[in-house]
């Protein structure tokens, strides 16, 4: 099977998984994955943080941001012109 298909399943997969959770679980999920990232030594020495704006259904990042934002440099990309899954 081509890696893209196997990527495709996956995708969708993945989707139907998050789409089960409760709004409380992805905000206990997204707490806990962003505690483990600031125990890290390398993010407590780093100055500049690479991340990302959140989708809604993503891991909300928005919090994250905003705690950090005035002691680190947090950077995100930029998408121009149409973005298509």
């Excluded at 099977?1 to 409760?22: A, C, G």
């Excluded at 997204?30 to 690479?50: C, D, G, N, R, S």
Aim: net charge positive.
């Amino acid at each position: 099977m081509r890696i893209e298909v196997l990527k495709k399943q996956l995708r969708t997969q993945l989707k139907r998984e998050k789409n089960l959770l409760s709004s409380a679980q992805k905000k206990r999920e997204a707490k806990q994955v962003f505690e483990t990232i600031e125990a890290l030594p390398e993010f407590q020495e780093a100055q500049h943080v690479l991340c990302y704006w959140s989708l809604p259904d993503e891991l909300e990042t928005a919090g994250f941001i905003d705690k950090w934002y005035k002691k680190k440099h947090i950077y995100l990309p930029r998408v121009s012109g149409d973005w298509v899954e």
